[in-house]
């Protein structure tokens, strides 16, 4: 049940920002962005969340535009060892509640290059 | 974040055989377990929800008597696939939702992931 549409590969030289699009054209209001990656034969590894807000962590920063139907991870000085696939997720999430369950699409394998 | 922890990592069994999977949540209690399967070069497909004492619920398409989930206490939960066969060779991977973390807008129940187990069906 993704309700997002991501590249299915980018590629991005090492040292450079990579910057992974996603679409969310159906995002509800109390639904949040979510990124994970997983690296090959490993599971999903968090990367960041935001509601509407544009967020910025040790990882990665994550642009929402205002209307909220789309965003942009972005990953400031990429190395070797970004190389994975990238998940974009929708889910509903109620502050102190449990959240929704995460569901899969076929995220955005990115390759970082020497 | 906290850390979720499979094993074994991987499996070779025979056609016909049992094979279970423990998922334990090594440093947070989990109230919810989620377990999820993945082919190759295909994304994770969620396969079944498990909370705390009471029974899993299944994504639609998922045949809870071959797929036999226990979660009897807040640190562990265990994968059964009966009869397994070579159609079942795939990725296993375990999450994790706990309690609460933080405060502010981190004020709900996160969730990790375990590395994965790779079973294999002869």
Known sequence: DAKTTQPTSMDCAEGRAANLPCNHS??????????????????????????????????????ITEDRKSSTLILPHATLRDTAVYYCIVRVARRGSTLGRLYFGRGTQLTVWP | ??????????????????????????????TTMFWYRQFPK??????????????????QGVEKDKFLINHASLTLS????????????????????????????????????????RLTVL
């Not at chain 1, 490993?42 to 994550?62: C, F, R, V, W």
């Not at chain 2, 991977?93 to 996160?110: H, L, M």
């Open chain 2, 78 to 117: 265990t994968l059964t696939v009966t009869s397994a066969h070579p159609e079942d060779s795939s990725f296993y991977i375990c999450s994790a939702r706990g309690p609460g973390f933080g405060s502010g807008r981190d004020s709900y129940n996160e969730q990790f992931f375990g590395p994965g187990t």
């Open chain 2, 1 to 30: 974040g906290a850390v979720v922890s499979q094993h074994p990592s991987w499996v070779i069994c025979k056609s016909g055989t049992s094979v279970k999977i423990e998922c334990r949540s090594l440093d947070f209690q989990a």
């Open chain 2, 42 to 59: 295909q994304s994770l497909m969620l396969m079944a929800t498990s909370n705390e004492g009471s029974k899993a619920t299944y994504e």
């Open chain 1, 26 to 63: 159906t995002i509800s209001g109390n639904e949040y962005v979510y990124w994970y990656r997983q690296i090959h034969s490993q599971g999903p590894q968090y990367i960041i969340h935001g509601l509407k807000n544009n967020e910025t962590n040790e990882m990665a920063s994550l642009i």
